[in-house]
């Protein structure tokens, strides 16, 4: 059931140049009739009534109707169009800061206007700024007027004619299934059409909270709908992959020669088991439990299409390695890539250190390579010769050219964008089969997203952390309690510890005023100036950020990984990936600028050893002397929890699914209306509903999709 558009009245259908409306209309996306019906407004305005100016009160947003008395320029303290207005109760100073010469002319002295707009009183008396003015007379409307999202050169007048011609042209017949579907929880759903029409243009007399929080009955229609485009496309995609074709790769078993007749023989154990034998570590339950799934998704002919998620620490990239070995030894190439090199270079050395005393050849790939190294790679990659792959994007890239692989792992799967993720799947050209497909995160999945964003996938959990991991304890400190932070620093350092300071900036900004990693570095620096390790030795303060070469980002971290330096100060760079035991303190910066899931993406780099370990989140209150509401909601979860699951659930509470997701939809939120938040019983009514209409009404299906998402659903594949 491939999404395709019908065509519609608006529909280009000729060659002629495009008009600034058509060119405005088409940047932000409203080429079908539908398109334009569901571009519904931000807010409305009243403009169905009168207020006089004896019955308004200061910060009310009133529309008067009032004679000109007074019009003129002036240029103290700046240019200012000073209009004064009566309307026979009381007098109104209308002010405009930047005007033309024929508003001037229409706000002229004797002119009878209706001008809206907040009142505010003061010494002076009544007064508006920048108001909506335009000549009195004629009827006045009967329906709020609606205020649109627009772009420059796109005025609301021809917007919203715009729209008025979309809606009256747009085929909008019922896409449900017959039957009982004409209501939802013992709620009688409006037809899109009169939800549409409402929406566009609201009575006066409706509660506008039932507009803004979304829960009048013609908002319900709208999410409902949305809800169940969304579930049959991705139950779509899941039925369609179930038709495609991958190698079939089981896992070897080693079967022990017990011939009472036959001397018995060294038995050569398969990767997956020599693997687990070498490993100076026992797997949990739930690594376990996650390696099975996997494993019997490998040695189906269907492509896996799986997410594995789990806190940080939990151990993915053992569970990745494991799967690795399935694929190896069944004769096929893996490849392994990662958002950043930092952290693809970790999994690199790990790799390296448990499977190539295996046997293992592995090849690095990223986009930093000299060419004559990169060469000999892409032609190990080419022959078949590198079993396994790891690096960057540049594992994706139109020279690299697979000889036979057969199964596709992606860290940290939210940093990269749809179409990369789609490039990697499509590197296997053998026979017409596709790759196996696993996705990691170390940011969980709450329930709902897992039911709407990510229902197309199969999902397994690690959810409990590996022994030994020690709690990390979280400290809120006040700026002005930097330099008993960097005391601490000392302490540290003379046990033998190790310390990363995380900065939100490389370099000084006027835009913001953050401290920065160049500054602090410094700062620092001349602050541990005779601090030394347990050995004598002088502490080094490191620095380590994004815009550094290459080569020296790597001879950084490699100092600070074998211990060589005490100090790590670092932008976000280290927010995944990096592994020393040694360090048990991370200062976090400004830690009201960062996104919660980020926060605990940091403090997940400390705790991995044997020491107890503390992370401190370093926040300025500014000059208002108070945290935001947003800021202060953030760093109170960091505080009260070290669990993921929960942080990511309260993380979707503060910042919606749309932010939470990231590159999940290609940078576009797929649920423009619907919030997973509140709307978790729509949600359900649509998974099961998407069942009936693909499996009873296939063609209502494909409209309802083709209506909702256009050519947007094949982003929900990847």
Known sequence: MPARSAPTKSTPTSTAPKGPVEKALEKMGLVRDIDLALHLPLRYEDETRITKLRDAREGDMVQIEAVVTHNEVTFRPRKQLIVTVDDGTDVCTLRFFSF???????????????????????????????????????????????????????????????????LAQAELSDTFAPGDLRQINDQALWTLREALAFLHHPKADVALSTLQDHSHPAWQRLKAEELLA??????????????????????????????????????????????????????????????????????????????????????????????????????????????????????????IAWLEPLGVTTAWLTGNQKAKERRSRLEMIASGDAQLVVGTHAVIQDKVHFKNLALAIIDEQHRFGVAQRLALRSKLRHEGMEPHLLMMTATPIPRTLAMSYYADLDVSTIDELPPGRTPVLTKLVNESRRAEVVERIRHQIGQGRQIYWVCPLIEESEALDLSNATQTHAQLQASLQGTQTPGGQAAVVGLLHSRMPTEEKKAVMAAFVQGQMALLVSTTVIEVGVDV????????????????????????????????????????????????????????????????????????EIRGPGEFLGARQSGEAMLRFADLGTDTALLQWARREAHLLLDHHPALAEKHVARWLGGKSEFLKA
């Open 230 to 351: 969304q579930q049959i496309s991705q139950l779509h995609s899941r039925r369609v992959r179930a038709h495609l074709r991958a190698p079939v790769l089981k896992r070897v078993v080693a079967e022990p020669n017990d011939s009472p007749v036959e001397p018995k023989l060294p038995v050569l154990l398969p990767l997956y088991e020599s693997l687990l034998a070498k490993l100076p570590f026992a797997l949990t339950g739930a690594q376990q439990r996650v390696c099975d799934e996997i494993a019997r998704d490998l040695a189906r002919m269907v492509p896996m299409h799986r997410l594995l998620q789990g806190d940080v620490g939990a151990g993915k990239t053992v569970v990745a390695a494991l799967a690795a070995t399935i694929c190896i030894d069944a004769g096929w190439q893996c490849a392994l890539m990662a958002p950043t090199e930092i952290l693809a270079e970790q999994h690199f050395r790990k790799l």
């Open 100 to 166: 033309y010469p024929s508003q001037q002319k229409a706000l002229a002295v004797g002119n009878r206007v209706r001008a809206r707009g907040e009142l505010k009183g003061g010494f002076l008396g009544w007064a508006m700024l920048h108001p909506v003015c335009r000549a009195a007379g004629g009827d006045l409307p009967t329906a709020l007027t609606p205020i649109y999202p627009t772009v420059a050169g796109l005025p609301q007048h021809l917007l919203r004619k715009a729209v008025l011609a979309g």
């Open 581 to 652: 035991p040694n360090a048990s303190l991370m200062v976090i910066e400004h830690a009201e600028r960062f996104g919660l899931s980020q926060l605990h993406q940091l403090r997940g780099r400390v705790g991995r050893g044997t020491a107890a370990s503390a992370c401190v989140l370093l926040y300025s209150t500014g000059d208002s002397g108070r945290l935001g509401e947003t800021a202060r909601e953030r760093l109170k979860a960091m505080a009260q929890t070290n669990d993921g699951f929960e942080i990511a659930r309260r993380d979707l």
